[in-house]
């Protein structure tokens, strides 16, 4: 059930979004806090004709009203007097009228409510166990948070208490609105649009339905996701939830904006929570190995990992950016003796350095930070030269260049890389998304040119087939589609 909150200042402003909003939604919450004027005889004409939760909020709990302790409870013993279906009650202020609802309608289905804005956080079993000593219908708790973490404990809870929405508010937690029929929780909220969302962290409601299905979600659904930051840039969502619809596959992919400090608590969460797979970005690429209890066989020696798969109560990884980088670059025959210069030493170009010098390619590194161009060098047995030499590259010293780093993402006029050092037929492979200055360079230059889309193409097809079993042929065709 999706329930999206209408707020105006009169009741035909918010009559109007009505039907809109039933078209995808199931219930709309009226906020009966933001009307300058609340006509009791309206709203009963409109909950006759609409399934409609009535809202009263006050403004300790981040309601607009300025209605007095009086007047507000006047107006809810009114509002109990028309029989509503729904009505959302406070916790902390009205449990009260939980009694008085019961015998004046005793069908009305009560949401009782309580929220966290601001503050330390609360221990909020705690409080759902105080919540559940008066009778209701659901018991919602909504929180503020910057982490995804309080978000998956949210889910957690709802997976163990069937009547409670956990909602934890920021953009962070928006997958405690997503994930709740996963965990046994029927019931979200979503925004009519982003821009007139109430409450942060909201997700507006053609996202909610078109592109993750909530309509569709259950508890058979495999969660994916990436971990990392920033994620805006990445297009795995859109891809990955769009080819599940067309091929009507149970399963949804969503961004956990993770940082560093906060994977050892996410891996623990994720085992509890029963997610699927994941894919692994910036800045986790290496830090994950520690939490890996199995890796693919031919990557044992592998410290650079991107994707993952949950197999009872253990985590299985595989680095798919150097096996796909490796699929793309055999279009043009076996890398074996080819001579490769990866640009950057971070994790990704850890994970390609290592797949390529397997397959027998000669691979030098050279980063900003010669040190850690050389370590990546002594672990592979590969070569390295320092960073100041990028500029005299000769047309005899590669076949292929790939270009690793960050730079050109933000600026598209930006380039490590000097043009000077391209020469046409040579491969040129950029990480970056963009339409970078190196890759339309390299177009100039006449090299064979390869973006950041193809990259991700590859090595999310292989991601595919690992979590879905589709063969990464036929998962490459249908992402190149949805670019
Ligand atoms: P990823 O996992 O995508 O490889 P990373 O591990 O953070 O990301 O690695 C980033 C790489 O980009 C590093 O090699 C970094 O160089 P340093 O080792 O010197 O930090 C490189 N990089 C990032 N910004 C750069 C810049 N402005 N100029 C040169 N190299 C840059």
């Known amino acids: 059930m999706i329930i999206v909150p209408v707020g105006e200042n ?110 330390a956080s609360i221990d909020v ?102 971990i990392g930051t920033p994620l805006s840039q990445s297009p795995g969502q859109r891809v990955y939830n769009s080819i599940f619809a067309q091929n009507d596959i149970d399963s949804i992919y969503l961004n956990f904006e993770l940082e560093s400090e906060e994977l050892k608590d996410f891996i623990p ?38 994707s993952l798969q949950f197999k009872k109560n253990k985590v299985f990884a595989i680095n798919t950016d150097g096996l796909g980088s490796l699929s793309l670059l055999e279009q043009h025959g076996d890398v074996k003796n080819k001579k490769i210069l990866i640009v950057g030493a971070g994790g990704t170009a850890h994970g390609l350095g290592f797949v390529l010098n397997q397959a027998g390619a000669k691979v030098t590194f050279m980063n900003r930070t010669d040190v850690k161009a050389k370590n990546l060098a002594n672990m592979f047995h590969a070569k390295w030269r320092s960073f100041g030499e990028l500029k005299k590259i ?31 037929g040579k491969i040129v492979l950029d990480v970056v998304f963009n339409d970078t200055k190196l890759i339309q360079s390299a177009k100039e230059k006449k090299c064979v040119a390869y973006n950041g889309v193809d990259f991700w193409v590859d090595q999310a097809a292989l991601q595919f087939r690992l979590w879905h079993g589709l063969e990464a042929s036929a998962a490459k065709e249908k992402m190149k589609k949805k670019f």
């Open 10 to 119: 009169t009741l035909s402003d918010c009559r109007k979004h009505i039907p809109k909003i039933l078209k995808k939604a199931d219930v709309v919450e009226l906020r009966l806090d933001f009307l300058d004027d609340i006509s009791i005889p309206k709203i009963e004409k409109l909950i006759c004709t609409y399934p409609i939760l009535l809202t009263l909020r006050s403004k300790a709990e981040g309601g607009k009203g300025a209605q007095t302790v009086a007047n507000r409870r006047k107006v809810l013993k009114e509002i109990i007097d028309l029989k509503p279906a729904y009505l959302d009650l406070e916790f902390e202020r009205d449990k009260d009228l939980l009694s008085y609802a019961k015998s004046k309608s005793p069908k009305t289905s009560i949401i009782l409510s309580f929220h966290k804005f601001k503050g």
């Open 269 to 306: 969460l994720a085992k509890k929570l029963k997610f699927y797979g994941l894919s692994v970005t910036i800045p986790h690429k290496e830090t994950i190995a520690s939490f890996v209890d199995q890796k693919d066989s031919m990557q044992k020696d592998l410290l650079s990992l991107n």
């Open 394 to 424: 000769k047309k005899n010293d590669y076949d292929i260049l790939i270009h690793t780093t960050s730079v050109g993402m933000k600026d598209k006029t930006e380039s490590l890389v000097p043009s000077d050092i391209l020469y046409p």
């Open 125 to 226: 079993e705690k409080k759902l166990k105080q919540m559940k000593k008066v009778k209701a219908w659901k018991y919602k708790v909504a929180c503020f948070s910057t982490s995804v973490i309080d978000a998956m404990k949210m889910l957690l809870l709802m997976k163990r208490y069937k009547d409670f929405i956990g909602i934890s508010m920021g953009n962070r937690g928006y997958i405690s609105r997503v994930l709740a029929p996963v965990y046994n929780q029927p019931i979200t909220y979503a925004c009519l649009n982003e821009c007139d969302s109430l409450a942060s962290g909201q997700v507006a409601l053609d996202t909610m339905v078109d592109l993750y299905r909530y309509p569709k979600l259950s508890s058979s659904t495999k969660v994916l996701g990436i």
